[in-house]
T-cell receptor, first 114, second 113 residues
Framework: GDSVTQMEGPVTLSEEAFLTINCTYTATGYPSLFWYVQYPGEGLQLLLKATKADDKGSNKGFEATYRKETTSFHLEKGSVQVSDSAVYFCALSEGIQGAQKLVFGQGTRLTINP | KAGVTQTPRYLIKTRGQQVTLSCSPISGHRSVSWYQQTPGQGLQFLFEYFSETQRNKGNFPGRFSGRQFSNSRSEMNVSTLELGDSALYLC????????????FGQGTRLTVV
């Protein structure tokens, strides 16, 4: 079945550092790809998405590019802030059901120190 | 525009009991999905409802069930609770169609003692 593999955490960085969280996927068709973020005690918030190959999703300084040739969707940010500390999930959805059934990676906990 | 609302936020139940969780989707969203989040297994899909019909089902035992009402509100039920059912249960709603987004509620934290 479809699966998503994320970079193992936790990840700890200093403020203003460059961030990359790796995500690769396995899917039989042409999935949409998502990054969700979860702050402590909260549900998931959509950070960005890409629906086809070479699409770039971006939001709040975060970016990810849908790379079909490497089946990857790595999350990047040029300069992280303390407020970016959270758990980040890469996810895919596929087929006619669209976003109604998501397959998630295991999550990467990010801590930013001042 | 109100978001996805889940009630209650926290629950403590005893082994063997049953529990019902509720989810009100964003207005206009007809699809409601449920997920279980645990430290060990991560986020796992439970089931999805659309127009009062279960359309997708994950790999969970029959103790986990759900339903959807005509106003798109959904409930999930877990019977004969086990300690391993302790988790954060998340509900998500979305519009029908390809490339749509799922919007999540804050979840219900269930603790089974």
């Amino acid at each position: 079945g479809d699966s998503v593999t994320q970079m193992e955490g936790p990840v700890t960085l200093s403020e203003e550092a460059f961030l990359t969280i790796n995500c690769t996927y396995t899917a039989t068709g042409y999935p949409s790809l998502f990054w969700y973020v979860q702050y402590p005690g909260e549900g998931l918030q959509l950070l960005l998405k890409a629906t086809k190959a070479d699409d770039k999703g971006s939001n709040k300084g975060f970016e990810a590019t849908y790379r079909k040739e490497t089946t990857s969707f790595h999350l990047e940010k040029g300069s992280v802030q303390v407020s970016d500390s959270a758990v980040y999930f890469c996810a895919l959805s596929e087929g006619i059901q669209g976003a109604q059934k998501l397959v998630f990676g295991q999550g990467t906990r990010l801590t930013i120190n001042p | 525009k109100a978001g996805v609302t889940q009630t209650p936020r926290y629950l403590i139940k005893t082994r063997g009991q049953q529990v019902t969780l509720s989810c009100s989707p964003i207005s206009g969203h007809r699809s409601v999905s449920w997920y279980q989040q645990t430290p060990g297994q991560g986020l796992q899909f439970l089931f999805e409802y659309f127009s009062e019909t279960q359309r997708n089902k994950g790999n969970f035992p029959g103790r986990f069930s759900g339903r959807q009402f005509s106003n798109s509100r959904s409930e999930m039920n877990v019977s004969t609770l086990e300690l391993g059912d302790s988790a954060l249960y998340l509900c998500a709603s979305s519009r029908e169609g390809l490339n749509t987004e799922a919007f999540f509620g804050q979840g219900t934290r269930l603790t089974v003692v």
